[in-house]
């Protein structure tokens, strides 16, 4: 049955198109085409933007979803840099005020960051990650969980139902994680589908904070969800060493904070 493209946003078209292929692993151009009441050539445009973006390759007429590479899971990550992670959340957390709603990305930056938070009351958190509402006990605040598909390996809700979920959303702060940082371009992840929501949670968060250890600007993902020119504040552990970013950040009034000496 197909869907009536006119009815879809662009991005509610193209999420679709990956879940498509996440059921079919790969298939035909025209069988894509068929799925969508739009025309062949706004499926193309689909297909070349999905490519650009890492999501998706094409050979001979075939399309083909791109595998994420395996990362270390979630409780791995978790034990990495605990009092960077910790000292990252104590900064993160003075930013927050009583009525503040905050949007919390997964993670494991983020998760110690639940943990300052949970101590706070009046506030509205709101999250994909599975692990930050396990870590809440007996929360003060009012919590808003997403729906969506679940990833095991972040212990995360990915996916289109999470984008619409956040299309609902205004939140006062966002504090976003990232698997890698690719130079001065912008933040990166392993995931399409952990893309789309990071995407979605900067357009609905009217501060946004990318909060990272410094390991990860010796790694990169494979997809650019964002540059940097679309986040506010970043906090890091210790100083930036590439000094090409620094100017970049400074040049483009990116706040950047220390949160270690």
Do not use: W
């Not at 609902?168 to 952990?194: K, Y």
């Amino acid at each position: 049955m197909k869907k009536d493209g006119d009815d879809l946003t662009i991005t509610e078209r193209r999420n679709a198109i990956i879940h498509y292929l996440q059921t079919k692993q790969d298939c035909d151009v025209n069988e894509i085409i068929q799925q969508f009441d739009v025309t062949p050539a706004t499926i193309r445009r689909d297909l070349t933007f999905l490519e650009n973006s890492g999501s998706i390759s094409r050979t001979h007429g075939a399309v083909h979803l791109v595998k994420a590479p395996s990362i270390p899971g979630f409780l791995s990550r978790n034990t990495l840099f605990t009092e960077e992670k910790q000292a990252i959340a104590r900064v993160a957390a003075q930013m927050v005020h009583s009525g503040d709603s905050v949007l919390l990305d997964s993670g494991t930056t983020t998760h110690a960051i639940a943990l300052e938070l949970g101590k706070m009351p009046d506030i509205t958190l709101i999250t994909n990650s599975l692990s930050i509402i396990s870590v809440l006990e007996e929360p003060k605040q009012n919590i808003l969980l997403t729906g969506g598909l679940f990833e095991y390996e972040n212990l995360a809700l990915v996916g289109p139902d999470v984008e619409l979920f956040l299309d609902r959303i205004s939140a006062s702060i966002l504090f976003l994680g990232a698997t890698g940082i690719r130079g001065c371009d912008g933040m990166t992840v392993i995931s399409p589908l952990q893309a789309g929501v990071k995407r979605k949670m900067i357009q609905c968060a009217r501060k946004r904070v990318l909060v990272i250890d410094n390991s990860k600007f010796s790694s990169s993902g494979m997809v650019l969800f964002a540059s940097f020119s679309e986040v506010d504040t970043v906090i890091v552990a210790h100083p930036i060493q590439d000094q090409t970013l620094r100017r970049h950040l400074e040049d483009i009034g990116v706040e950047v904070i220390v949160a270690l000496p």
